[in-house]
């Protein structure tokens, strides 16, 4: 997606939610908040797993970027750490990393894709051994103003949410070590 789409992305999260169900689902709603909430199991520890989601322009779709080039999205995996992107003539912070824990919980504050215009949120990721490899549990609360009510952007949101963590999971399956 470049910026010239930026308009349509709530359309562009609608599709995709509708081709990549959710691997859990939107938790509760109301007019100005929800929640979300994604799992998979991958087959890595959880400092590996870790290491592998935050190389998220290896994994996350380019559909989803304002460059169009998922190569441009960073997180700098620390405090303060931004998860960011670069355009062809500047940049763009989607998060802001509230909490890093290597192997165990990765917290981002903000709104992403058209929230980012709309609300705020905080979205944690964490990441439990299980078995021999790892859960990774992915909640996104989101909270703000829209003139339509969050309420009707979360199963978008939730689909767009559940193929990145799709993407992931594969992504981690081909890069085990």
């Known amino acids: 997606m470049s910026i010239r789409f930026v308009p349509s ?4 999260f609608f599709t995709f939610s509708c081709f990549f169900p959710a691997t859990a689902a939107v938790k509760d709603t109301a007019h100005d908040a929800f929640t979300i909430q994604e799992d998979v199991t991958v087959a ?4 590996k797993a870790y ?10 779709d380019s559909d989803h970027t304002f460059s169009g080039d998922a ?34 919980l990765l917290r981002l504050k903000g709104g992403l894709g058209p929230l ?5 949120g905080i979205l944690t990721v964490a990441f439990v051994a299980a078995g021999g490899g ?10 703000g103003y829209s003139p339509g009510g969050l309420e009707n952007d979360a199963s978008a949101v939730d689909g767009v949410l ?16």
Not at 54 to 60: A, D, N, S
Not at 81 to 86: D, N, Q, R
């Open 71 to 104: 190569a441009h999205l960073t997180i700098d995996a620390t405090a303060g750490g931004c998860f960011c992107e670069v355009l062809k003539n500047g940049s763009v912070e989607h998060m802001r990393v509230v909490f890093a824990s290597r192997g165990a």
């Open 134 to 143: 790892t859960s990774v549990s992915l909640t996104y609360r989101v909270w």
């Open 51 to 60: 290491d592998r989601f935050v190389t998220i322009g290896r994994w996350w």
């Open 162 to 177: 559940g193929q990145q963590l799709t993407r992931y999971r594969d992504f981690v399956a081909a890069n085990p070590s």
């Open 9 to 12: 992305v709530l359309a562009v």
């Open 116 to 120: 980012q215009g709309t609300g705020d």
């Open 44 to 47: 890595a520890s959880p400092e």
